[in-house]
């Protein structure tokens, strides 16, 4: 989905980027309540009515599209019958029907197109856009995209916009990847991947330009710990625009924060960590 800059002509429109999806006629629209869920707000807020999460709240109604990540109906082919916007997700989402009836939603590769096929399979299948099969199975250099850490887990990597995992080599009973972080890691050979990059690849590039349609997306403003007093965040206070008076940057709760590493030294899947990421990847 390309995006759409604007002339200066209001202060709104200056720098901002807006994606352009394609509209979809209302005679092609294919609503399935069963992959419909309601998706209520809690405004940041707990079962106790706490906020655990800041500068959540508002937002616009939207329905939440129950997306099949695992995609588990093996060597049973599915037609693509639409190519969707999901409010929930930064990806679009292709709703399949596959030669049993069943339409399920599955996430949508760039390039996908209307009529299109894809198969899931334990076998070895060709390396079509959209189709899964175990990572033992795809060629070094292909991308591929919602991949399994577990066998049989269901995908978990690379599944926002643009989003892409590439395979770099076999070793054994291990697969080397490299995931969008840049970080390479071994995963097991029977892990399911899907072929292709993930769509809406000019994501990044959008520039929202109002504070209003931030807020319609269900957020709050967020405000500077050093605009607060001393009582309310360890940035406060002050005269004028001085530092905040700390050796390291700190949370509202005191804690260490920007750049602090948060991961265990002893977690036992450090092990399958060959490089860690570069902080400079783009």
């Given at each position: 989905m390309p995006v759409k800059l604007y002339q200066p002509t209001t202060p709104g429109r200056r720098h901002a980027g807006i994606l352009v999806r394609p509209k979809i006629k209302r005679q092609d629209r294919i609503k399935v309540k069963s992959l419909l869920q309601a998706n209520p707000f809690s405004g940041g807020r707990n079962n106790q009515g706490k906020i655990t999460t800041r500068n959540r709240g508002g937002g616009v109604k939207r329905l939440l599209r129950l997306v099949d990540f695992k995609q588990d109906k093996f060597d049973v082919p599915a037609r693509v019958l639409t190519i969707e916007y999901d409010p929930s997700r930064?990806?679009?989402?292709?709703?399949?029907?596959?030669?049993?009836?069943?339409?399920?939603?599955?996430?949508?590769?760039?390039?996908?197109?209307?009529?299109?096929?894809?198969?899931?399979?334990?076998?070895?299948?060709?390396?079509?856009?959209?189709?899964?099969?175990?990572?033992?199975?795809?060629?070094?250099?292909?991308?591929?995209?919602?991949?399994?850490?577990?066998?049989?887990?269901?995908?978990?990597?690379?599944?926002?916009?643009?989003?892409?995992?590439?395979?770099?080599?076999?070793?054994?009973?291990?697969?080397?990847?490299?995931?969008?972080?840049?970080?390479?890691?071994?995963?097991?050979?029977?892990?399911?991947?899907?072929?292709?990059?993930?769509?809406?690849?000019?994501?990044?590039?959008?520039?929202?330009?109002?504070a209003g349609r931030r807020r319609r997306k269900g957020f709050k403003p967020h405000v500077r710990g050093k605009a607060m007093n001393p009582v309310d965040h360890p940035h406060g206070g002050g005269e004028g625009h001085n530092p905040i008076g700390l050796k390291h940057p700190k949370t509202p709760w005191g804690k260490p924060a920007l750049g602090v590493k948060t991961r265990s030294q002893t977690k036992w899947t450090n092990k399958f960590i060959v490089a860690r990421r570069n902080r400079n990847y783009s």
């Open positions: 930064t990806a679009a989402v292709a709703l399949v029907q596959y030669a049993d009836g069943e339409k399920r939603y599955v996430l949508a590769p760039d390039d996908l197109k209307l009529g299109g096929q894809v198969l899931s399979s334990h076998k070895q299948i060709p390396l079509q856009l959209g189709n899964r099969l175990p990572l033992k199975y795809i060629p070094a250099g292909l991308y591929i995209h919602n991949v399994e850490l577990v066998p049989g887990g269901g995908g978990i990597l690379a599944r926002s916009a643009g989003s892409w995992m590439q395979v770099l080599s076999q070793d054994g009973d291990w697969i080397r990847v490299k995931v969008p972080s840049s970080e390479v890691r071994l995963l097991s050979k029977d892990c399911l991947a899907s072929i292709g990059q993930l769509s809406n690849i000019d994501h990044s590039n959008v520039r929202l330009g109002l």
